[in-house]
C-alpha cells in the first residue's frame, strides 16, 4: 500500500538538474560543494530538491533591457 502526499518534495539527480539547467554534472557538484545549490546526500550520490533548484535559479536571475 503506498501513500501519496503532496507535501513530500520533489527530488532530482544531479544528472537530471544537469539537463534541466543545460550544463554539465560537474557544474552541479561545483555548485553543491560551494554551498550555492542545497543537496541531500544519499550514499554516494546526491538529491536536490526542485525548490532548491528553482530557488537557486531565481536568485540568478537577470532581467535585461
Known amino acids: 500500500m503506498q501513500k501519496e502526499n503532496a507535501s513530500l518534495p520533489n527530488f532530482m539527480t544531479?544528472?537530471?538538474v544537469a539537463d534541466?539547467?543545460?550544463v554539465s554534472?560537474?557544474?552541479v557538484y561545483r555548485l553543491i560543494k560551494a554551498g550555492d545549490?542545497?543537496?541531500v546526500r544519499?550514499?554516494?550520490s546526491y538529491r536536490i530538491r526542485e525548490d532548491d533548484?528553482?530557488?537557486f535559479l531565481a536568485s540568478?536571475?537577470?532581467?535585461t533591457g
Open 14 to 16: 544531479v544528472g537530471e
Open 20 to 22: 534541466l539547467m543545460r
Open 37 to 39: 545549490l542545497g543537496a
Open 60 to 63: 540568478r536571475y537577470n532581467q
Open 42 to 44: 544519499v550514499g554516494k
Open 53 to 55: 533548484i528553482n530557488s
Open 25 to 27: 554534472s560537474m557544474t
